[in-house]
């Protein structure tokens, strides 16, 4: 079955303390990004990545990383998370050419800050 | 930069009727796609229905379709025969096609669709 998967799906923790987020899609996608969702604000890009070991900041980068080392996986890292990182954040990918303009959501991982 | 606009928070209407959901946009591309997405509450983001923007003729998906007015910038959503599983948040949603897809998407802000029994 063709996916978009995020783990974990539900985190809770602490200021300062690192943390991945993992993402990995299984359709050979060319392209994959972060969006993280607030209320009233809809979803608003993080990062994105064009192919391996290319990543490019999107509306919102401050506060967080990405590495993209294979095709299939892009984690979004919190270095030092910060209360206003709480968020519902959603990993996307999407295929190069014609077909490009479906994006594939993950599930969602909904991440709170104390 | 590419703005999208939903000017309505929230909705509400009876099932079985018709509601249309409202989009304006502003960009300078002409080579671009929209999008519906819906947010039910599992939180899962399920596209309803794209458009690109070089076809005239507007999308349709069952009982969904857009009113797409290039000129305007405008793409609304009409749902017809209302359900209840319809009731979740709607996003519409701007791709660029000028960077191969990389730039992502745009969304608006949402509107609640709530669908009355």
């Known amino acids: 079955e063709a996916q978009v998967t995020q783990n974990p799906r539900y985190l809770i923790t602490v200021t300062g303390k690192k943390l991945t987020v993992t993402c990995s899609q299984n359709m050979n996608h060319e392209y994959m990004s972060w969006y993280r969702q607030d209320p009233g604000l809809g979803l608003r890009q993080i990062y994105y990545?064009?192919?391996?070991?290319?990543?490019d900041k999107g509306d919102v980068p401050e506060g967080y990383k990405v590495s993209r080392k294979e095709k299939r996986n892009f984690p979004l890292i919190l270095e030092s998370p910060s209360p206003n990182q709480t968020s519902l954040y959603f990993c996307?990918?999407?295929?190069?050419?014609?077909?490009?303009?479906?994006?594939?959501f993950g599930p969602g991982t909904r991440l709170l800050v104390l | 930069a590419q703005t999208v606009t939903q000017s309505q928070p929230e909705m509400s209407v009876q099932e079985a009727e018709t509601v249309t959901l409202s989009c304006t946009y502003d960009?300078?591309?002409?080579?671009?796609?929209l999008f519906w997405y819906k947010q039910p509450p599992s939180r899962q983001m399920i596209l309803v229905i794209r458009?690109?923007?070089?076809?005239?003729q507007n999308a349709t998906e069952n009982r969904f379709s857009v009113n797409f007015q290039k000129a305007a910038k405008s793409f609304s959503l009409k749902i017809s025969d209302s359900q209840l599983g319809d009731t979740a948040m709607y996003f519409c949603a701007f791709m660029s096609n000028s960077g191969g897809g990389a730039d992502g998407l745009t969304f608006g802000k949402g509107t609640h669709l709530i669908i009355q029994p």
């Open positions: 458009q690109e923007a070089y076809k005239q």
């Open positions: 990545s064009m192919n391996v070991e290319v990543t």
């Open positions: 996307a990918s999407n295929p190069q050419g014609t077909t490009l303009s479906t994006q594939y």
């Open positions: 960009t300078s591309e002409s080579n671009y796609y």
